[in-house]
C-alpha cells in the first residue's frame, strides 16, 4: 500500500495500525529470547503463538486487509487467522495448523519456535520478522515516517506527539536506536 493510491490520512492511519504491529513485533521478540533464556518454556510457547497471531495480521495489514481489535488473545488469532482464511486458504491452513499444535516437550520446545518462525519468514513474506535488530529497525524507520507527515499534515502538535509524556529529556529517540543498531551491526 502507497501513498500514492489511498488518501493521505486513510494511509496514514494504515500506517500507524502497521507500525503497533511492528512494535508488537519487537516487544514479543524480546519476551521470546527472554523466556527461552530463562527455561520459560510454557511462556516461549505462547510467546511464539502471540508471535504468529501478530505476523499474520502485520501480513494482511500490509496487504490492505484490516484485521480489527480483540480483548482476548485467542479471539484476536480466530479473528487474523479468519481474515487471512479470506484472503489465502491454503496458507491460513497451514497457519492454523502451525497455532493448533499442542505444547512439545521442553526439549522440543526451541526447535518447535523455529517452524514457526520459519512460516513467519517464508510463508507471511516477512523475513526482517526474524531478526530482533531488522525488527526494531523497521520499527524506527516506520515510527520516523509517521512522525514526519503527521507533522507536515499538522497532526502532530509538538516533536514528542508520538512517545508519549514531554519531559522526556531527548527526543531525539530515532537517530539513537539507527545508531545504536548500526553499531551493534557492524560488530
Known sequence: MTVHNTPLKGWLRTKRGINALELEIMALHYDLDGA?????HGLAWWT????????VEL????SGVDVGSQEDPVEQACAALDALHRVNPELAGAAWELWLRPQPPE????????????????????????????VVMRW??????????????????????YVGA???PDLDWYGEIVATLEAEGRR
Open 36 to 40: 527461552l533464556e530463562a527455561g520459560q
Open 166 to 168: 514531554s519531559d522526556s
Open 48 to 55: 511464539g503463538h502471540a508471535m504468529l497471531t501478530t505476523a
Open 140 to 161: 524506527a524507520s516506520s515510527t520516523s515516517v509517521l512522525r514526519a507527515v503527521a507533522k507536515r499534515l499538522g497532526m502532530a502538535a509538538s516533536e514528542d506527539w
Open 107 to 134: 526439549d522440543e520446545i526451541r526447535q518447535a519456535i523455529d517452524g514457526t518462525l520459519t512460516f513467519i519468514e517464508q510463508r507471511l513474506g516477512l523475513p526482517w520478522a526474524l531478526s530482533r535488530q531488522q
Open 59 to 62: 501480513s494482511l495489514a500490509e
